[in-house]
Nanobody, 113 residues
Framework: QVQLAESGGGWVQAGGSLRLSCAVS????????MGWYRQAPGKQRDLVAF???????SYPDSVKGRFTSSRDSAKNTVYLQMNSLKPEDTAVYYC???????WGQGTQVTVSS
């Protein structure tokens, strides 16, 4: 059984940083493309980072230069480092193996102004 479990969310002031983790079991994080998504209240779920491989990672313009995604094969964990956070980054953040339609339960990130 594949499980993805996010952690590291919380409350932070604008300009601050958070690092999200996604512990994965049942599938190797380096064997499939992995991604981070977010969903704000009343809005659709949007892509935040897509890791096709360890060196090919894409980001939307809204987070480019501020967010960095990585994965640790030894720990079978995916990370999302978020810097220079803005109030508009407030959302529930999800880890996923999107091509296999595997999703975590999400972790709340709240950025106050």
């Amino acid at each position: 059984q594949v499980q993805l479990a996010e952690s590291g969310g919380g409350w932070v002031q604008a300009g601050g940083s958070l690092r999200l983790s996604c512990a994965v079991s049942g599938i190797g994080v380096s064997t499939v493309p992995m991604g981070w998504y977010r969903q704000a209240p009343g809005k659709q779920r949007d892509l935040v980072a897509f890791m096709a491989t360890d060196t090919i990672v894409s980001y939307p313009d809204s987070v480019k230069g501020r967010f960095t995604s990585s994965r640790d094969s030894a720990k079978n964990t995916v990370y999302l480092q978020m810097n220079s956070l803005k109030p508009e980054d407030t959302a529930v953040y999800y880890c996923a193996a999107p091509l296999k339609n595997l999703w975590g339960q999400g972790t709340q990130v709240t950025v106050s102004s």
